[in-house]
């Protein structure tokens, strides 16, 4: 079974556009995460939720809207896409609020033309 | 905030040696020093690691060693392989900090 799943895997759109990228963990886990790994390779938390409560909110542009509807999802809406949010985004998830050993989704690479 | 410094950002070495990547931190409350594997294309695993009341951990061929007080850890991996090529991440966490703080990665190259 696929610990923390992601959808879409590639996602090509244009300037101006607003895209979903959904995320589920099938772990148990009570902490999400958003993460932004640029062409850099940096990663980079964006946000943090823990039982369906923001957390972390790393000084994200507001274009950029999370949503957990329960623990087990946390899905990231992005409005007025610009080329600067061409990255890979990824999903993670762990046990406890420290953001220990944490599981990491298989990313979505988004395109922004 | 934590602050964590990874080096160096690219290490190549031949196959059979051993490869070290060290990371400093900066929050003294930090007690939780992950490592992460991530292959071309892949996403982040975790491979191991360590938490502050230990001052090393193995497996089989990777072990971290960590001062706390210098606040600096490291990953050591012996014998390497051409299938340990990847970026790795070191991180660290405390407590309700709701995250982990991430260094900036170290690109391994496993020479055949």
């Known amino acids: 079974d696929t610990a923390v799943s992601q959808t879409p895997k590639y996602l090509v759109t244009q300037m101006g556009n607003d895209k979903s990228i959904k995320c589920e963990q099938n772990l148990g886990h009570d902490t999400m995460y958003w993460y932004k790994q640029d062409s850099k390779k940096f990663l980079k938390i964006m946000f943090s939720?823990?039982?369906?409560?923001?957390?972390i909110n790393e000084t994200v542009p507001n274009r950029f809207s999370p949503k957990s509807p329960d623990k087990a999802h946390l899905n990231l809406h992005i409005n007025s896409l610009e080329l600067g949010d061409s990255a890979v985004y990824f999903c993670a998830s762990s046990p406890g609020l420290a953001g220990y050993e944490q599981y990491f989704g298989p990313g979505t690479r988004l395109t922004v033309t | 905030g934590e602050n964590v410094e990874q080096h160096p950002s690219t290490l190549s070495v031949q196959e059979g040696d051993s490869a070290v990547i060290k990371c400093t931190y900066s929050?003294?409350?930090?007690?939780?020093f992950p490592w992460y594997k991530q292959e071309l294309g892949k996403r982040p695993q975790l491979i191991i690691d360590i938490r502050s009341n230990v001052g090393e951990k193995k497996d089989q061929r990777i072990a971290v060693t960590l001062n706390k007080t210098a606040k600096h850890f490291s990953l050591h991996i012996t014998e390497t392989q051409p299938e340990d090529s990847a970026v790795y991440f070191c991180?660290?966490?405390?407590?309700?900090?709701?995250?982990?703080?991430f260094g900036d990665g170290t690109t391994l190259t496993v020479k055949p």
């Open positions: 991180a660290a966490s405390y407590p309700g900090a709701g995250k982990s703080t």
């Open positions: 929050d003294s409350a930090s007690n939780y």
């Open positions: 939720y823990n039982n369906k409560e923001l957390i």
